[in-house]
């Protein structure tokens, strides 16, 4: 999953940064609104994490935009002003969940993780194909109820081909979910990750639509 | 325990007794003249009609009974007291009324006199008549006419008294009810919740109590205010600390859970950073709330400009060899003084020349400068780094505010502080974007608020 962080305090940032680097995000942090604005638009993110209080203008701000222009990307306001009264107004400013500093990173991924699933119409919090189980919050993949050992990238892939299983995503797409932009993208990256995850899930497990990308494969 | 119901009644009680007192004494004397001027006459008259009455008897009575002159005056009370000899000229005594004694009551001539006989002291009336050659004296005892203005004085005293006793009561339970209002504002004063700031009930007031009752009033509003403001900062204070816990928080939680020591290490590192900065915007909030709390107070001393700024050089030495940033203090500033307490101008610099080196670029020059117009002394603090946007510059002085540029820890206080710590000096802070680049940020002090001491100049 990709989610823009914007958050103006340097040691917060990096902190919720790699926080959420550990749960399996791909993490863009930004310290504007300027920034957050130009990344939201270069780039498609599962979800947000917004501070209300940016150095050039307000969160709330940035999302009325992000809503006005049509966006449905989930967004989570993180901020230190956390009265019933401030998290009513965000709600309604088209928040779709609340946090107050200081805050429990755990509760911050897995309330990210909720968000998202929902924005995608999902309510189980695991994902299913055929066989195949994938555990977004435990980090765990399921073949025929035995555990498969993935590494972070390779997770990452099999799940955002989860979350759809029926549509096909781009390379592109697919680098896009698993490289923040300032890491660098090997050339064939993407295609060495499926040919790890075919040989570890069987080969028909994810299925190759000439010209445009991937699928999960017909159970 | 001071009573104004006490004092009062104090004060009219004794006022109403000196004034009675008063018109006691004046009655007393002019009574005593008004029975001595009565009396006199009836003594001159009593000689008269004694006179008479030896002159219409023709000789025929030589001696007239003493119970002719005392039926005279029967009716009178003290007509016992009334006392009648008459003597020939050659002090032969004719006849006498029955209370006059058997020796002369005057030996003067004609008119009044006063003689004591037996230790009784008396008023006479000598009347000499040479054609019967006879001598008549009509006498009252003293002690009677004395009797006569005690017992008028007497009669007037006892209803004083009581008036006095039953006006006590009057002007006690008087001042108790004219008091009653003042009684009405401390009741509502007493059973107000502290949090209540609403004013209190003027219209029922009086005029004497209107100004007290609107001066409490006027306090409840700057009371009010004050308590606004503290709140205001309280929750922007927890606000703004906020954020630095949920870095301290979110790293801790990294540090126990990161796989890879390199990411533990960075966390653990970010933690003290954390911990220095949340220290920092502590120690800016306590300057500002002290700050505030001596706002009201005007600074009486005279602060040395090149001493303060020497000051803070020091301070900050480290960190500008660690930039390599030339700090430039003016010579020109040298003897200067400024009405301001030292640790305000101290704190004032501190803040800018901070602010200054967070902006500046390694290698370049802060300068601490002298700019004198005549209406106004500046104390210039420039820097070379980036400014600050134009549109930003209006909200920067403002509380918790950070520019776009904003780097390093700071806690959007610094400024503040300095506004507040000039104003109570009658100063101000300006913030100007330099031409070329950089900000110049100006302490400017009206021209009364500066001084050269030659003293400080030659030392």
Redesign the interface.
């Known amino acids: 999953m990709r989610v823009l962080v914007v958050e ?2 340097d ?2 940032r ?3 940064e ?2 959420l680097g ?1 749960s399996g995000f791909t993490v863009d942090a930004v310290e ?1 609104v ?1 920034d957050a604005r130009a990344a939201f638009h270069a780039w498609d993110y599962d979800a947000a994490v917004l501070d209300i ?1 940016l ?2 203008g307000s969160g709330l701000e940035l999302l009325d935009g992000w809503r006005k222009e049509g966006s449905t990307v989930p967004v989570l306001m993180l901020t ?3 009265a019933t009264r401030d998290r009513i107004h965000g709600l309604d400013c088209g928040a779709d969940d609340y946090l ?7 509760e911050l991924a897995a309330r990210l993780r909720a968000i998202a699933r929902r924005g995608q119409g999902r309510a189980l919090p695991t994902l299913h194909w055929g066989e195949l189980a994938l555990d977004p919050a435990a980090r765990r993949v399921t073949l025929a109820g035995k555990p498969v050992s993935l590494p972070r990238r390779e997770f990452a892939v099999l799940e955002a081909l989860m979350e759809q299983p029926e549509h096909v995503r781009s390379r592109a797409q697919l680098e896009e979910r698993l490289y923040g932009w300032q890491e660098e993208v090997g050339s064939n990256a993407v295609e060495v990750h499926i040919h790890n995850l075919r040989s570890k899930l069987g080969r028909d497990s994810i299925a190759t639509v000439r010209g445009e990308g991937y699928r999960m494969g017909r159970p | 325990m001071k009573s104004l119901r006490a004092r009062l009644f104090l004060l009219l009680i004794s006022a109403t007794i000196a004034v009675w007192s008063a018109a006691a004494i004046w009655t007393y004397f002019s009574t005593r003249a008004d029975v001595q001027r009565v009396l006199d006459r009836r003594l001159v008259e009593a000689a008269g009609m004694v006179a008479s009455l030896v002159k219409d008897s023709n000789g025929a009575i030589s001696r007239p009974t003493p119970a002719q002159i005392a039926s005279s005056n029967q009716q009178a009370e003290y007509a016992r007291q009334l006392s009648c000899q008459i003597w020939t000229l050659d002090w032969r005594l004719v006849g006498r009324s029955a209370s006059a004694p058997t020796v002369p009551l005057a030996a003067q001539g004609p008119g009044f006199s006063e003689r004591s006989i037996q230790g009784q002291r008396w008023r006479v009336y000598t009347l000499i008549e040479p054609t019967q050659g006879l001598r008549i004296l009509v006498g009252d005892n003293l002690s009677v006419r004395r009797n006569l203005v005690s017992d008028v004085l007497a009669g007037l005293l006892l209803p004083a008294v009581v008036g006095l006793i039953a006006l006590g009561i009057l002007i006690w339970s008087a001042i108790g009810r004219a008091l009653i209002p003042i009684h009405r504002v401390a009741g509502e004063l007493s059973t107000r919740q502290p949090g209540d700031a609403a004013p209190l009930r003027t219209a029922s007031a009086d005029i004497e109590l209107r100004p007290l009752v609107d001066a409490i009033n006027e306090l409840f509003v700057r009371l009010e205010m004050l308590r606004a403001n503290e709140r205001h900062f309280i929750a922007s204070a927890a606000h703004e600390l906020q954020t630095p816990l949920a870095g301290l928080k979110a790293h801790a939680h990294i540090a126990l859970t990161a796989a890879d020591s390199e990411t533990r290490e960075r966390s653990l590192r970010s933690i003290q950073s954390s911990v220095d900065r949340t220290s920092r915007l502590v120690h800016q909030l306590l300057d500002l709330s002290r700050e505030e709390a001596e706002a009201d107070s005007f600074p009486g001393e005279w602060a040395g400009l090149a001493r303060a700024a020497e000051a803070v050089a020091d301070e900050f030495a480290p960190l500008l060899e660690r930039k390599s940033i030339n700090l430039h203090i003016d010579p020109s500033m040298e003897g200067l003084e400024f009405q301001i307490d030292e640790a305000g101008l101290i704190l004032c610099l501190r803040n800018l020349v901070g602010n200054a080196i967070e902006h500046a670029p390694d290698g370049s020059t802060i300068e601490v400068r002298i700019e004198e117009t005549a209406s106004c002394v500046d104390v210039v603090v420039a820097d070379e780094g980036p400014g600050i946007p134009s549109k930003e510059l209006a909200g920067i002085k403002q509380r918790f505010v950070r520019g776009s540029r904003a780097r390093g820890p700071g806690s959007g206080l610094g400024l503040s502080i300095v506004e507040l710590v000039l104003e109570r000096a009658g100063a101000e802070l300006e913030l100007l974007n330099r031409p070329q680049s950089g900000l110049s940020a100006i302490m400017r002090f009206p021209p009364s608020a500066v001084r050269l001491n030659r003293a400080l100049r030659s030392s």
Request: aromatic share 4%.
């Open positions: 103006d305090d040691i917060l990096a902190a919720v790699t926080g550990m504007t300027d209080a150095p050039d230190a002003r956390n107050g500093k200081p805050f429990d990173l755990d």
